[in-house]
């Protein structure tokens, strides 16, 4: 079963310390350098597909900004029809 997963940041909490983005191993996450969060600072968000769910992000997290979503998806086969 191919796991995917993605993430949502609360911007209000997000203090662009860059921690997730080191930490992701998958490298689908950075800093979005052209906007601001309430507080002043460069959120953090995804910027590539790959995400697989693993919660590393949130984990280290200092301020718990991140929720990670997983979602498991069926492996579909291409059928022609007869
Ligand atoms: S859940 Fe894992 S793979 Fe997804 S963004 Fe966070 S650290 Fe990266
Ligand atoms: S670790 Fe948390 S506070 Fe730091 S950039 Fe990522 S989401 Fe923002």
């Known amino acids: 079963m191919a796991v995917t997963g993605w993430i949502e940041v609360n911007e209000a909490l997000c203090k662009g310390c860059e921690l997730c983005v080191h930490y992701c191993p998958v490298h689908v996450l950075a800093l979005d350098e052209e906007r601001l969060t309430p507080q002043g600072y460069h959120p953090a968000v995804l910027v590539a597909e790959g995400c697989t769910g693993c919660t590393l992000c949130a984990v ?12 498991e998806k069926p492996k579909r086969r291409a059928r022609a029809a007869a």
Do not use: M, N
């Open 60 to 71: 280290v997290c200092p301020e718990g900004a991140i929720t990670v979503y997983r979602e």
